[in-house]
């Protein structure tokens, strides 16, 4: 199977722009999961979306928002963009007979000149 | 609340030695998941073990092993006759119920040639 897919991988963008990320599942994963990785934050929850609904969502301002469609794939979405907001996006997916395991893309590093 | 101590910012250890990287949680729920992943300088989060609360059997693979212990809360990861490869950050992951991962601050281990 392939694993999860991010695109773009790298990004520039410049304050107050906004950016649109984009993740696909493994095959069969209906369960889609963004966390933000920065050097003093660490590894942080964003949201979780499961069959095309928000299930949990982390500590972030409403800047930070997301949407899966029919077919898994999801996006996250960020407004109003931040020197702060630069960081590795990673998404993860998870379902089928492993589905607590959440496995990772390759990441988006996004930064916000 | 739910909490990943990773205690061990940096180790440096010399090729062929063996390294135990320490993770400590913390979780009130009686079911959780524990997890370990390897991100290597590309940024990718590799997925190499769960472990589920019921399960305190040890586990070997390879030159990998883990060390579950309820009664200390800990879950720690041993590489054996460790080699240039496994030069990467650790990170210690804690699952509870539906919930998202929580992750610990990450080892960065260097194997030395």
């Known amino acids: 199977k392939a694993g999860v897919t991010q695109t773009p991988r790298y990004l520039i963008k410049t304050r107050g722009q906004q950016v649109t990320l984009s993740c696909s599942p493994i095959s069969g994963h209906r369960s889609v999961s963004w966390y933000q990785q920065t050097p003093g934050q660490g590894l942080q929850f964003l949201f979780e979306y499961f069959s095309e609904t928000q299930r949990n969502k982390g500590n972030f301002p409403g800047r930070f928002s997301g949407r899966q469609f029919s077919n898994s794939r999801s996006e996250m979405n960020v407004s109003t963009l931040e020197l702060g907001d630069s ?27 | 609340a739910q909490k990943v101590t990773q205690a061990q910012t940096e180790i440096s250890v010399v090729e062929k030695e063996d390294v135990t990287l320490d993770c400590v949680y913390e979780t009130r729920d009686t079911t959780y998941y524990l997890f370990w992943y390897k991100q290597p300088p590309s940024g990718e989060l590799v997925f190499l073990i769960r472990r589920n609360s019921f399960d305190e059997q040890n586990e070997i693979s390879g030159r990998y092993s883990w060390n579950f212990q309820k009664s200390t809360s800990s879950f720690n990861f041993t590489i054996t006759a460790s080699q240039v490869v496994d030069s990467a950050v650790y990170f210690c992951a804690l699952r509870t119920g539906a919930n998202n991962l929580f992750f610990g601050t990450g080892t960065r281990l260097t194997v030395i040639p």
């Open chain 1, 87 to 113: 960081a590795l996006y990673l998404c993860a997916s998870s379902g089928g007979l492993t589905q607590e395991t959440q496995y990772f893309g390759p990441g988006t590093r996004l930064l916000v000149l």
